[in-house]
Structure formats: C-alpha cells, structure tokens
C-alpha cells in the first residue's frame, strides 16, 4: 500500500479500513482497477462502501479527465476562467464522529481539474435523504471552521452567518382528538405500526394529558420525555381545589363534576390519604419522591428497549383510572402534574418529520397546559377527528371539539385537512361465523353509509365552513384490529394504509435535505465568485439591473397588501357598530342561562370570571363558556370571510394573493445574459427562496396573532371587571357578580370594541412593514456582498461546491421524479433553485 492510496482513504474519511487495504497489497495502480464485489470483501459496511464507489469513481473520473484535456487548455480558457478552477470533490466526508477529516497537507482538495468545464456525469446510485443530509452538514461545517481562520472581513462575517442560518424544517404537527373510548391510541398504535406504543383497551382510564408521538433520532431507543408544570402552578391548583371542597361542603356531590374531578386529581397524587393532608401540607417534599424531577423543574426521561415497556412505565405519568385499588394498595398516578409526554420512536418512516399529537378534547383549567394546548391545535397542518363509527354522525363530542377548535385551527391557525375518523368499522364480534365471507362487502356498504352521513352532516356545520372548505374534510372507516389481526379483511379495506401514505406523504413533501443542500451550494457558489477576478464591469451591470428589479417587485408586492388592509378596515368597521348594539344581548344569553339552578351556575360563573372569562365545564354534554368570545362574535364574523382569503391555509397561491411567492428577480434570466457571474447569482436565487420562505413563516405565525388579537383585546379590557366579580362572597353573590360583568360591559362598549379594532389594523401596519423591509434589507444586503465586494484571500472550496452540486442535482432529479408518480407539487422553494 502506497501514500496515495492511505491519503486518499483519509481524506475521504475512511482511514479505520485503511488496513484492510495495508493487508491486500492495494496500491495506486491497483485502486482504479477495484471491481465491486473487491470493494465489498475490503469495505464490509453499506455506508461506507458506497461512499468509496462514489469517492473512487470520481477520482477516476478525475485523473481519466485530466490526462484527455490537460493538453487542450488554452491561454484563452485560462484568461476566461480568470481564478475560477473546478475542483473535482475528495475531501467532502464524514467520519464515525460526524467530524470532517482534512488531508495531511491541511488544504481543502489538491485534486484540480482543467479550467473548461465538462459535461456532469449522474451520480453512482442513489443516496438516502439521510447520509446526503449529513455529508453537506460535514462539508459546511468543514467551510465554517476554515473560515474562522481566515481575516474577519466583511464577507467573511456574511458568510459565517448564512452558514449558521442553515435550518433543517418545522415538524408536520398531526392532532388526534377523541373522546374516551373512541379508539386513539390503537389508531396512533396502528398507522404508526407499534402496536403497544400506547396503553388502550381500558374503558375506565382515559388519556388526561398531551401526548406527542416522533421519531427518535438521538438513539435507537423508545424514549419519553415527561415534562411537569411548575410547583407554583401546582400549588394554585390545590387552592382552587380547597374552594370547590368548600362550596361543596354539605352539599349532594355525585352530580357535580368539579368536585369529582378534584377528589380524583387528589387522590391520584396523594392517594386515599389526601383527606388528612391539610391544605398547607400538600407541598411537602415527601409526597414527590418519586418523581425529584418536578420539585426541580427539570424533564423526566424514560428509555426502554421495547414499546411494551414504556408503555407500562408511562400510564401513570399519562392516564387517570378510576379502579386503581383502595388504601395503601393504592398507586401513586402524577398525570395531575405533567403539562406534556413527548414519546419518540426508533425507526420509524411515518414520524420523519411528522409528531402525531394525542389532544384532550379542550383547553386545560392550568394556563401553562391550556396555553401549550392552544398553540399546538393552532400550528396542526392536520386534525384527526376520532370517533365510533356506530354514532358518527349523530354523536355531539367530536363535532362540538371540532367547532369549538376550528377558529383556532382555521383562520387562527395553520389547518389545511380535516379527517373524521370513524373507527371500529369491522363490527365482527356480533356476526355469526357463517357470515365471515361476506364481511368485507357488508363492512364496505355499511362504511360508505356512514361517510355520506358524515358528509352531509359537516355540510351543515356552519360555523366550522367558515373556517374549513369541503375540499379539505376527509372521512375515513378504520379498523385497528383488523388491520394487526387481518382475520376478516384485507390491510386496504381497514384504510390505515391510506392514513398511513397520508403521513408518508407529508413526510415526502418534507424538502428538508433538497432545502439544505440547496442552501449550501448558494453559499459555496458565492465564495467561489468572490475569487474571480476580472469581471467587475460585469458585476456592476448586473447590481444595476438587480437594483431596478427588487424596486419594481417590492411595488408589486405592496399593492395587494395594501388592499387587503382597506378591506379588513371596512369589515372591523362594521364589526364594531354590530358589537356596540348586540353586547348586552349576547352577553344575557351567558349570564341568564336557561335550565340552570341558581346556585350551579352561581359555581360555574364564579369559575368563568376566575379563568378570565372562560370556562370549559367536565361533562361531556357541556359548552365552554367564553365571555371574550361571545363579545368579540361579531367582530370575527365580519372578518372570517376576508381573513380566510387573505391568509389561506389551504392551496398553493399562499398570503396575499401569493404576492410573497410571485416576488421574482428573475436570476435565471440573468444567468443567461451575465455567465460570468454565474455563481454569485446562483447564490442570490438561494438567497430569495429562503427570505421568501422565512417571510411566508413570518406571515403564517403573525396571522394567528392578528386574528386572536380580537378577543384577546377583549379579554384584556374585560379583566379588571372579572377580578372585582371573583372578589364576591356571601350573600347574593351571583347577582352581584352578574351585574359587575353587565356593568363594565355597558360602560366600556362605545371604546372596548374601537380598541379591538385599531389593535388589529395596527399588527396588520406592521406586518406589511416587515414584509417590505424584510424583502429589501435582505436582498439588497445580499446583492451588496455577492457583487460589490471581492476576497481573493477565501480558501478555494471548488471541490466542496462540485460535491454539494451532485448531491443537489441527485436530490432534485429524485424529488421530480416522485412528484411526477404522484402528480404533487413540492412545498419547498428550492425545487426551483436549478440554474
């Protein structure tokens, strides 16, 4: 074995099979003559095999190349190519510890090709999203670290800084709502295929806290991350609880659900015990022994080497059971205490880049859990709806959970498909054996019943279609049993297999490496423009050019924005004058219910002004009470139709009229016109699809802003009325608190309803002011560093930018290809990126 052939193991980071090569006799000579199945007997892993054949046949392509054309390069081909040399790529690797090997010289290549440029050859074989992602995260890491080293100038620090901006993709967020019973955790177990993830089948516990469902890709472990509210937030949660104890002192306390509920969130946490524990004393730091991760505010991890296990170790973190034994049999459950369980699953192609969320129904009497829930309903690209298939239709849980989350959901947020999920489709217990072969039609008509009937039933959902189209709303008929038993009917007819290519879909329309990757060749596109020379007049004509463009696009831009801006004003404006003249009205239709006694609502309405004005009773037949909402109604429904336009979250044209995703300037064209700046408008294209994504992410999580900005003004105006009315006690105490609700409202309704108006139209100002400065400073920063500054001093990455360039050109040649087999379009921007 010679020093080329140790050299080039070592820079192409394969230096630990170096002696499988020392053992062989393997030389330079011999090197190009290595056949595949040699390559396998030398190099035992699929990895790094592959990665060999790939290092090695662009070596060969390399040396083959050079040898033909070195003859043939010209004084004209050098002065034309002025310090531009391509570089074939050999150092661009990965080693065992993700870290980047250099080769002995310390220079990024010394394998130079000629100044002319030849044809590109297609890669040997395809590479996974996965080790491509990988090997342009070493190569950019490796372009980092040379850089430090280098004169912090200028377009040094830019270019830092656009390296340290690389970001891999938001995860898809996929909720599950449904009641007790319903079937959600087999379903998660089933289209996810771990059929014992999550604990189901007792109809005496239910799920009581979020559950988040991803992959792991730390280690292949199962894992759960448990994260509890705070000790304050504990501790307010016992004081409310020893005044639902009080009021119910004496009382009859089978019926009222308040009550119920303390008595089971304390005897979870304390056991049986708890009625002897005072107030006072249940802080104290023995009753959380087991779990010394909540009195330090700190995440309990759980890893298990099977699901089935941590399934076991999670129930009581997780799930209330009203049957778990008396006295000191009792076990200790801390689902009370827990704000989220985050469980993350090895291998697994469904979770990518999707987390499937396990919701409860509604908001949370915590702030920190009903605000956590909020957020995560309102950035769901999708929401499964779960319910029996026997009362689909009929049954009022799923649809009221659905109203009642669709303006979060909806305008509010970042929902584009809604799927009722009619489960237990198979009904297979209740037939006679000599049935069996007629199940599969029998369950295929009885399932397409139920769509229709769920069809025509969210037809009439009025308040929900002002959120959602019909387009978006999807009814699927589930077996989870049959689909892991598979004794009556086909995988296909259970449909799990079309959620699970919906997930698998949504994974795929991920362009997180093509994103990456693209992001990365702008980068090194840019750094190698800044070492030509000679091209300055060039440079100058094209910034010109560019200049002239970003005005007339940001113009474009504006218009519409603008527009929309005098639209939402006429809608607010007639909001406010239907609020000042129905508040008082919508306001009776809370304070004076009909068939409530006095003294329940008397409890309910003392839970409504000490939750700020919103109350979510614990029966199932029961609404939420929302003071802020039904005051801000006719705002809202003046603006649904306008805001749903303006920030859609289905189609493809995005906010505005898809101003954001038309603003062009037009670097392609240019690159026809100015070749000799090439590369620097390569990195000016990449520069615009990423400001353009970041804007757009910009717009979508300002919009739930803007919109909850409406009863959020409410609720913060109406605030000082709710403290005064929680301060009641005695005597009359409902009358009085009634009438310092109705008294604030009276007074404040010719102002309240103007100031949630000039709130709204004042984040929508500033939105477009973003949008505008954003758009220029960015771009017109980017155009100063690509062509009005030079560095001949940057190292020369040529070799790393044919890399990246390869794997560029392989991951959008595959991602066309599956978007043509499936006829969709990919999110990503950087499809668009080819020059």
């Known amino acids: ?150 004169d912090n100038t200028k377009l040094n620090a830019f270019l830092k800084t656009k390296i340290s901006d690389l970001k891999i993709d938001k995860r898809e967020l996929v909720g599950v709502f449904g009641k007790t019973g319903a079937g959600k955790s087999s379903l998660i177990n089933a289209v996810i295929g771990e059929k014992n993830l999550l604990p189901s089948g007792s109809v005496s516990a239910c799920t009581t806290v979020m559950i988040k469902v991803e992959a792991n890709m730390h280690n292949p472990k199962y894992e759960a991350e448990i994260e509890f509210i705070t000790k304050e937030e504990w501790r307010d949660e016992l004081w409310s609880m020893y005044h639902i104890l009080q009021d119910n002192a004496g009382q009859q306390k089978e019926n ?62 997780t799930r209330s059971d009203s049957k778990v034994g008396d006295g000191e049999k009792v076990t200790r459950q801390y689902w009370p205490l827990v704000k989220c369980v985050t469980v993350r699953v090895p291998n697994n192609d469904f979770l990518q880049h999707v987390t499937l969320v396990d919701l409860p129904g509604s908001g949370d009497r915590n702030k920190s859990r009903d605000k956590m829930w909020k ?19 009929a049954e009022k849980e799923p649809w009221e959970i659905l109203e009642n989350a669709s303006s979060l959901m909806g305008n ?62 999807k009814v699927f008929t589930v077996s989870s049993k049959e689909f892991l038993k598979g004794k009556h009917l086909k995988p296909e007819e259970t449909e799990i297999p079309q959620l699970q290519e919906f997930l698998q879909d949504l994974n795929d329309c991920h362009s997180e490496t093509l994103n990456y990757v693209s992001g990365a060749y702008g980068i090194l596109s840019l750094i190698q423009g800044a070492r030509c020379r000679g091209v300055a007049n060039k440079k100058a004509a094209v910034c010109t050019e560019l200049e002239e463009t970003l005005r007339r696009e940001l113009d474009k831009v504006k218009k519409p924005m603008e527009e929309a801006y005098e639209a939402f004003e006429k809608c607010l404006d007639k909001g406010v004058k239907e609020s000042k003249s129905s508040c008082e009205g919508n306001l009776k239709s809370i304070l004076y219910p009909g068939g409530t006694s006095g003294r329940g609502f008397h409890r309910i309405l003392r839970c409504v002004v000490e939750n700020n004005g919103a109350y979510k009773p614990k029966r199932k037949e029961g609404k939420e009470i929302n003071i802020n909402m039904k005051l801000s109604s006719c705002l809202t429904d003046n603006i649904d139709e306008e ?43 990449t520069e615009e699809e990423k400001i353009k994504t970041k804007v757009n992410k910009t717009i979508r999580d300002r919009k739930k802003i803007i919109y909850s900005s409406l009863t959020g003004t409410i609720k913060a105006n109406m605030q000082a009325c709710y403290e005064r009315a929680a301060e009641f006690r005695g005597p009359d105490t ?53 062509l009005k500054t030079d560095d001949y001093s940057i190292p020369d990455f040529s070799a790393e930018l044919n890399m990246v360039k390869r794997y560029r050109d392989e991951r959008q040649t595959s991602q066309g290809e599956e978007m043509s087999l499936t006829g969709a379009d990919p999110r990503g921007p950087a499809a668009a990126l080819s020059p």
């Open 643 to 685: 805001f749903r336009k303006t920030f859609p979250n289905e189609g493809k044209c995005g906010p505005f009229s898809g101003v954001i995703s038309m603003f062009s300037l037009d670097t392609e064209w240019l690159i026809q016109k100015y070749k000799d700046v090439e590369l620097q408008l390569i990195f000016l294209k």
């Open 256 to 317: 009222d659900d308040d009550y119920r509920d303390t008595v089971e969130k304390l005897a979870a946490v304390y056991g049986e015990e708890w009625k002897n524990i005072s107030l006072e004393n249940r802080m104290d730091n023995k009753y959380f022994k087991d779990i010394p991760e909540f009195l330090q505010s700190k995440r309990k991890i759980l890893t298990c080497e099977s699901a089935e296990e941590l399934s076991a170790r999670l129930v009581k973190y």
């Open 375 to 393: 957020g995560i309903v309102g950035s769901c690209s999708t929401v499964w709806i779960v319910t029996d298939i026997n009362r689909a239709a």
């Open 1 to 150: 074995m010679d020093e080329f052939v140790r050299n080039r193991l070592t820079e192409w980071g394969l230096s630990e099979w170096i002696p499988r090569f020392e053992d062989e006799g393997v030389d330079k000579e011999s090197l190009f003559c290595l056949r595949d199945c040699v390559i396998d007997k030398l190099i035992t892993k699929v990895g790094p095999a592959e990665k060999f054949r790939m290092r090695l046949k662009l070596l060969m392509e390399e040396h083959n190349t050079t040898n033909q054309e070195t003859a043939d390069v010209s004084a004209h081909d050098h002065e034309e190519a002025g310090d531009c040399i391509q570089v074939i790529p050999s150092t661009s690797d990965t080693s065992d510890k993700g870290k980047r090997k250099l080769d002995p010289q310390g220079e990024s290549s010394k394998w130079k090709s000629p100044a002319r440029k030849r044809p590109h050859d297609a890669m040997p074989g395809s590479f996974t999203d996965e080790f491509i992602l990988s090997d342009v995260k070493t190569i950019m890491t490796y372009v980092e670290n040379k850089l430090c080293n280098e």
């Open 734 to 786: 409902l009358n009085n608190m009634r009438d310092a609700i109705k008294k604030h409202v009276h007074d404040s309704k010719n102002v309240m309803f103007q100031v949630a108006k000039d709130v709204m139209l004042t984040q929508l100002k500033d939105l477009k002011m973003y949008i505008l400065e954003e758009l220029e400073k960015s771009l017109k920063e980017s155009i100063e560093l690509s």
């Open 412 to 473: 509010g947020g970042e929902c584009q498909h809604i799927h009722f999920i009619c489960t237990k489709s198979d009904l297979i217990e209740d037939w006679d054996d000599h049935l069996a072969g007629a199940v599969p039609a029998l369950v295929f008509k009885r399932n397409m019943e139920a769509k229709k009937t769920v069809i025509r039933e969210f037809s009439q959902q009025r308040n929900i279609k002002k959120h959602f189209s019909e387009n978006c709303f």
